[in-house]
């Protein structure tokens, strides 16, 4: 038996960070759905690190998505929507990387989701954090090195670069670490129960 493998996890993120935090809990053992859009999926479907696509998507998206379910929903719309808060009361761990106001506005915010679910564990990724001048941006991984990096004075662009390279290495450290820190979560849970 896997670590992880009575644990429900929707996985709403896109791009790198959420996507591979979600990949890892997978590969423990949970049951991952990945919320995705109708029609076009996550966008990383589209993302291309080299010319090799698998079903005419990124290998890149196909690696980072091992072992998940997908299922379509249009969060937009009240009945998919209503399914998705179906899904959430069931889920142990939801994982997210929108925008702060996304996910209050959508009704699946931090509050209402611990309403639908006082058990939820809720995982959020940012790339700027919860404040700040640039936390209405989006922040992936890259885009949101390159958007600190172009805004550093030349002289000090190499240091600034080092220092967001740091910053990135220390990201992927938690991205590792969610999944140890939810297993952990799970054990408690039992125990309590």
Avoid at 11 to 28: E, N, V, Y
Avoid at 73 to 85: Q, W
Avoid at 92 to 104: A, K, S
């Amino acid at each position: 038996m896997k670590p992880l493998e009575r644990l429900l996890n929707l996985d709403f993120s896109k791009f790198l960070a959420g996507p591979s935090a979600a990949m890892r809990l997978a590969d423990l053992g949970a049951r991952v759905i990945k919320i995705e859009k109708p029609g076009t999926g996550d966008i990383g479907r589209q993302l291309y690190i080299s010319n090799l696509e698998l079903d005419g998507d990124s290998t890149l998206f196909h690696s980072l998505n091992r072992n998940k379910q997908s299922y379509a929903a249009d969060l937009k719309n009240p009945d998919d929507l209503a399914r998705v808060k179906k899904l959430v009361a069931r889920a142990d761990v939801l994982i997210q990387n929108f925008r702060p106001v996304v996910m209050d506005r959508l009704g699946l915010g931090w509050e209402a989701a611990r309403h639908i679910n006082p058990r939820l564990v809720y995982g959020i990724v940012t790339g700027y954090g919860t404040s700040g001048p640039l936390v209405g941006k989006p922040g992936q991984d890259l885009l949101a090195l390159f958007r600190r990096c172009r805004s550093a004075p030349r002289r000090t662009g190499c240091r600034r670069l080092t220092h967001e390279i740091s910053r990135i290495r220390r990201r992927l450290l938690h991205h590792y670490s969610l999944p140890v820190l939810l297993s952990g979560s799970r054990h408690h849970r039992e125990s309590c129960d």
